[in-house]
Nanobody, 116 residues
Framework: QVQLVESGGGLVQPGGSLRLSCAAS????????MAWYRQAPGKERELVAF????????KYADSVKGRFTISRDNPKSTVYLQMLRLKPEDTAMYYC?????????WGQGTEVTVSS
């Protein structure tokens, strides 16, 4: 019954923007830290952005710092990733992750392609 459903991916040109959403259900969303990961073909999964359960602590990968913004709306059980000035190297499947101690939940991913 736990679900994390990502949306908002698509094809954009370099320099464009996208906003990803992750809708959560089946667990107490406000207890969980949330994160966005991505995985490009042939590469390992990497952490893109992290936000604590209350939204007060945020961390970004160096590669996206200054371009991406993670946020959450606990009453709506949704976490967002605003992506600006996208680059071809941002092309990947983007996955939503929920974490509480050793509990980890994953979504199925949404595809982001940045290409001319």
């Amino acid at each position: 019954q736990v679900q994390l459903v990502e949306s908002g991916g698509g094809l954009v040109q370099p320099g464009g923007s996208l906003r990803l959403s992750c809708a959560a259900s089946g667990f107490t969303f406000s207890d969980y830290a949330m994160a966005w990961y991505r995985q490009a073909p042939g590469k390992e999964r990497e952490l893109v952005a992290f936000i604590s359960s209350g939204g007060g602590r945020i961390k970004y990968a160096d590669s996206v710092k200054g371009r991406f913004t993670i946020s959450r709306d606990n009453p709506k059980s949704t976490v967002y990733l605003q992506m600006l000035r996208l680059k071809p190297e941002d092309t990947a499947m983007y996955y939503c992750n929920a974490a509480y101690n050793y509990v980890r939940y994953w979504g199925q991913g949404t595809e982001v392609t940045v290409s001319s």
